[in-house]
């Protein structure tokens, strides 16, 4: 199953996200590690955002 990293946007499976956060009842998936970094650092900025974002990589 694929889901949508909220810090970058990119699309990645599941079973392989390098990380998962847990914020809010809300479960979320990271293609790296950096990506889980900023959001842990202001999820707010992240969580509720419905559009695309795009990133460094």
């Given at each position: 199953?694929?889901?949508?990293?909220?810090?970058?946007?990119?699309?990645?499976?599941?079973?392989?996200?390098?990380?998962?956060?847990e914020y809010?009842?809300?479960?979320?998936?990271?293609?790296?590690?950096?990506?889980?970094?900023?959001?842990?650092?202001?999820?707010?900025?992240?969580?509720?955002?419905?559009?695309?974002?795009?990133?460094?990589?």
């Amino acid at each position: 199953m694929k889901v949508k990293d909220p810090v970058c946007g990119m699309k990645i499976e599941k079973e392989e996200a390098a990380e998962k956060v847990e914020y809010m009842g809300k479960e979320y998936y990271f293609c790296s590690h950096e990506c889980a970094e900023k959001f842990k650092d202001n999820p707010e900025q992240y969580a509720h955002q419905g559009r695309s974002r795009g990133c460094c990589h």
